[in-house]
């Protein structure tokens, strides 16, 4: 829901979450599972960002995860 600021706007959260992206997403949503008040705040009509043009998956090198599935990886 779009919200319009005015001078007189005061809005108090415990997070506050700039851009809607893989990252910020990610953080807002950790932040309220922690049961803390979020407000994430996106300044283009869209939400995704960048991420929403990606391939949609996360490559995280020499992970845990993948090394116990048996998948090779190293820093180089
Ligand atoms: C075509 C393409 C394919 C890709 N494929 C992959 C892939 O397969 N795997 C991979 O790991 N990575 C891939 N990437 C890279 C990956 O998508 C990005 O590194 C990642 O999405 C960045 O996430 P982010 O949350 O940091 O930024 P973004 O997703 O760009 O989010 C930032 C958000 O912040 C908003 N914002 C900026 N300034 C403000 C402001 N002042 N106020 C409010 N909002 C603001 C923006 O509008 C945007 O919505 C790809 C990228 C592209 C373009």
Redesign the pocket.
Known sequence: MAFQMNEKSVIEKDVVV?????????AAIVAASQGLDVLL????G??????????????VPCNSLARDAGLADDPE
């Not at 700039?18 to 990610?26: A, D, E, K, Q, R």
């Open positions: 700039v851009g809607s992206g893989g990252s910020g997403l990610t705040v996106e300044k283009t869209l939400f995704g960002g960048t991420t929403a043009l990606s391939g949609g998956g996360i490559w």
